[in-house]
């Protein structure tokens, strides 16, 4: 890999198959890798977007934080850095009713009214930051760059053709009790 490491390297139960590693967390933090997702909406006539809209249905649903970072489409703003569950495309859709509750008519017009959240959430592990935003007639998509470190269970590869499955991330100087 070109990087100067020390790795312990644990046999499983004597076999060479799925070896374990043993890293360092500086090490895993060396073998971090760029990854870029894209979230995209559609808006037609069922589905709606933007800040107030979604706020006068939902006024509790996230906090004043975090609508801060959208515009008043409900999208949020290029060079923003995003958190786990922060929201990045505001919308609502109508809500679906079974087909035996509306012809027996028990619905009030409000009800029938009623919208359901249908909004993009950051769902990664790691803060990200939006790289572009993208507003067409028909919708829009946001791109999200994040720097993901090496996690357990991530498979290594060496020059020499070894090959294993991270399974401890110690603290540097430290020796795990137990490996999984």
Do not use: C
Not at 109 to 126: F, I, P, T
Not at 128 to 156: R, S, Y
Request: proline share 5%.
């Amino acid at each position: 890999l070109g990087m100067n490491a020390r790795v312990g390297l644990v046999p499983y139960k004597g076999y060479s198959f799925e070896d374990a590693l043993v890293i360092s967390k500086s090490f895993a933090n060396k073998l971090s890798s760029d990854h870029s997702y894209t979230y995209g909406q559609q808006f037609d006539h069922e589905i709606k977007g933007g800040l107030n809209h979604y706020k006068s249905l939902f006024p509790t649903q996230f906090t004043k934080k975090q609508l801060e970072l959208l515009d008043e489409d409900g999208v949020i703003k290029p060079g923003v850095t995003i958190h786990p569950n922060d929201p990045l495309i505001l919308a609502t859709r109508p809500r679906v009713f079974s087909s035996t509750t509306s012809q027996l008519g028990k619905l009030s017009r409000a009800m029938k009214q009623s919208r359901h959240d249908s909004s993009k959430l950051w769902d990664g592990e790691n803060p990200g930051v939006v790289t572009d935003v993208a507003k067409t007639k028909k919708g829009v998509k946001v791109v999200i760059k994040t720097i993901n470190p090496t996690m357990i269970g991530d498979k290594v590869v060496f020059r020499s053709g070894q090959k294993g499955v991270v399974s401890t991330i110690i603290d540097d100087g430290q020796m795990p009790r137990t490996l999984d």
